[in-house]
Nanobody
């Protein structure tokens, strides 16, 4: 069955970097748009970044533009989120998501599959 598994989270100091990975077990990974969301304590799930199925279109939340980079490897069936210049406000559980019918990119309702999340904690 379809499964997304995130990894790479951890504790990092302000200004540091982390790379998150999401290993996907999907029927046709290359045909899914992939996204990262995050959810901080007491907050709703928040869109972070999107990459189209071919990798040619990238879209980022304003809060992470210039600091985060999403990419995908359709051979490894993996999507990545390279995070740099981390801030305390980046602290959250990060989730990867996959969807075939994407419109706004930022709505969780547009995605069909979700991982269990990986914790990112940025100390301040």
């Amino acid at each position: 069955q379809a499964q997304l598994v995130e990894s790479g989270g951890g504790l990092v100091q302000t200004g540091g970097s982390l790379r998150l990975s999401c290993a996907a077990s999907l029927g046709t990974f290359s045909m899914y748009g992939m996204a990262w969301f995050r959810q901080a304590p007491g907050k709703e799930r928040e869109f972070v970044a999107f990459v189209s199925w071919g990798g040619g279109y990238l879209y980022y939340a304003d809060a992470v533009k210039g600091r985060f980079a999403i990419s995908r490897d359709n051979v490894k069936n993996t999507v990545y989120l390279q995070m740099t210049s981390l801030k305390s406000e980046d602290t959250a559980v990060y989730y990867c998501a996959a969807g075939r019918s994407i419109s706004t990119m930022t709505s969780p309702n547009e995605y069909d599959y979700w991982g269990q999340g990986t914790q990112v904690t940025v100390s301040s």
